[in-house]
């Protein structure tokens, strides 16, 4: 039982560093999404994906790219990190034709520092 | 007013005591309702969905009030292991992007 599987959990970046995280779902889910969690802000939105092939921008998107290219992975780049960027980053999916709908279900996070 | 207002706490308790929290939303177009739960550090988790009649879970008990726009979430018998924090988490309307309260946090005291 996999779920959303994230990569790395840490990371230390320096500014202007590019990178990517990783985010799998074994679930068949066709709706992923990326968020960030900071102190006092709560889980602000940064890209979603509705299907393969299919992304949009969030709450919070600047700095961010992500693509799908398949249903199962949903990598975020960061482009140019900033220190800005230092945040707790978790992966979310949910929606298959057998579950409820926008019940999310999130990978244990990646929790990245920009120095 | 805040798209999912909650109360933050902390809510310090002791064992075996009742504790409830309720979260206000403004998007009357809102369809679905959850309770989530995060532990320190941890990845958020589904605790329950809200119905509109009401839903029970074991100690857990969620309650939506459509005309005053707000959910509620008591907990009874609190227990150690239900110290956490509780989201409120709305649809925004009638899709399928979540809107996240900032939470409430609950700390059950032995």
């Known amino acids: 039982n996999a779920g959303v599987t994230q990569t790395p959990k840490f990371q230390v970046l320096k500014t202007g560093q590019s990178m990517t995280l990783q985010c799998a779902q074994d679930?068949?889910?066709?709706?992923m999404s990326w968020y960030r969690q900071d102190p006092g802000m709560g889980l602000r939105l940064i890209h979603y994906?509705?299907?393969?092939?299919?992304?949009d921008q969030g709450e919070v998107p600047n700095g961010y790219n992500v693509s799908r290219s398949t249903t199962e992975d949903f990598p975020l780049r960061l482009l140019s990190a900033a220190p800005s960027q230092t945040s707790v980053y978790f992966c979310?999916?949910?929606?298959?034709?057998?579950?409820?709908?926008?019940?999310?279900?999130f990978g244990a996070g990646t929790r990245l520092s920009v120095l | 007013r805040k798209e999912v207002e909650q109360d933050p706490g902390p809510f310090n308790v002791p064992e075996g005591a009742t504790v409830a929290f309720n979260c206000t939303y403004s998007?009357?177009?809102?369809?679905?309702f959850f309770w989530y739960r995060q532990d320190c550090r941890k990845e958020p988790k589904l605790l329950m969905s809200?119905?509109?009649?009401?839903n029970e879970d074991g100690r857990f008990t969620a309650q939506l009030n459509r005309a005053s726009q707000y959910i509620s979430l008591l907990i009874r018998d609190s227990k150690l292991s239900d110290s956490a924090t509780y989201l409120c988490?709305?649809?925004?309307?009638?899709?399928?992007?979540?809107?996240w309260g900032l939470g409430t946090s609950l700390a059950v005291n032995p």
């Open positions: 979310a999916s949910s929606g298959t034709k057998r579950s409820a709908k926008n019940i999310q279900y």
């Open positions: 679930m068949n889910h066709e709706y």
């Open positions: 994906s509705v299907g393969a092939g299919i992304t």
């Open positions: 998007n009357s177009a809102s369809q679905s």
């Open positions: 809200v119905y509109s009649s009401g």
């Open positions: 988490v709305v649809n925004a309307g009638n899709n399928r992007k979540l809107i």
